[in-house]
């Protein structure tokens, strides 16, 4: 793999992207669905898109979810069939499930945690990166469902 001349040098000014309206546009803008380049293309990877081209916003997070939900539940799958408020954990759950040979889940969902646990702020320059995983975050009650959950899927040695 050939390394980019960028590589340890500040990104050039052409290719900076104002955060805050990026994720104005996430939040705001829904995809034409007239438009072919707007569509959702199932086993594509989400991050080839913008919420700036309206590739890759809320909307299509939550309609790609829906449509797992709705396929799941025409196949008799019971678990991740209807949105919920723990749509981390269904999705947590389904990954530990898989036949992956490997299952990863950001920390701040495992623990449940909200908006105060982000690691950026966008559209800020500074602030970020702050969020630290305590000792005590990680006490065994907290992690009971995880514990339960690798033993369950056989994901523990």
């Known amino acids: 793999m050939e390394i980019s001349a960028l590589a340890g040098k500040p990104a050039p000014r052409n ?3 104002d955060l805050a309206l990026l994720e104005g546009e996430y939040y705001t803008r829904r995809p034409d669905v007239g438009d072919p380049n707007q569509l959702v293309s199932f086993g594509t990877s989400g991050h080839r898109g913008s919420s700036l081209r309206a590739t890759f916003t809320e909307a299509h997070i939550l309609a790609i979810t829906q449509a797992v939900c709705d396929y799941r539940r025409s196949q008799r799958i019971d678990e991740m069939t209807k949105m919920s408020d723990e749509v981390a954990w269904e999705l947590i759950r389904l ?3 898989s036949v992956a040979a490997l299952a990863m889940a950001p920390l701040q969902d495992l623990l449940d945690l909200g908006a ?3 690691m950026n702020l966008p559209g800020s ?3 970020n990166w702050r969020w630290r995983c305590t000792e005590e975050m990680l006490s065994a009650p907290v992690l009971d469902p995880l514990r339960g959950l690798t033993k369950w899927s056989k994901r523990h040695s």
């Open 116 to 118: 105060e646990a982000r």
């Open 95 to 97: 990954a530990w499930s």
């Open 125 to 127: 320059v500074e602030g």
């Open 15 to 17: 290719m900076l992207v």
